[in-house]
């Protein structure tokens, strides 16, 4: 599995880095700050998985358009938003993008398991 995480926070990285190495152990993740580097990444590597943030000060793209975009690289891919922005219409343009998952920070791990337990595409 080929998973994606974009976040501009090094921290989250961190974060996220440890917590998949227990959810998925065998996954590929590969991590950005950037998230026109992370799709760039996706148009040339492809992914099963998009791990990001909603909102990105002072960069081209916020989550919900990077995620339409890698979308359009690979429609069956899973999305989950990891955002520490509680934010309605953010919440709601993941519902309408199929978005596996939506979490705010801080979440219980257990949910980002589940997000990764039961994704939208079995593909994963």
Not at 1 to 9: E, F, G, P, S, W
Request: proline share 4%; charged share 20%; aromatic share 10%.
């Amino acid at each position: 599995m080929k998973i994606i995480h974009v976040d501009a926070n090094r921290f989250a990285e961190n974060t996220m880095r440890e917590q998949i190495s227990q959810i998925v152990p065998d996954a590929e993740l590969h991590c950005f700050n950037h998230p026109d580097t992370a799709l760039a990444f996706a148009e040339a590597e492809g992914c099963d998985v998009l791990l990001t943030d909603t909102v990105f000060d002072g960069f081209s793209l916020d989550g919900t358009m990077l995620a339409e975009q890698v979308q359009r690289v690979n429609p069956n891919v899973n999305i989950i938003f990891v955002t520490d922005h509680a934010d309605t219409s953010a919440a709601f343009s993941a519902w309408q993008l199929g978005a596996s998952a939506f979490l705010l920070r801080p979440y219980e791990k257990q949910r980002l398991t589940r997000a990764f337990a039961d994704p939208r595409f079995a593909s994963v």
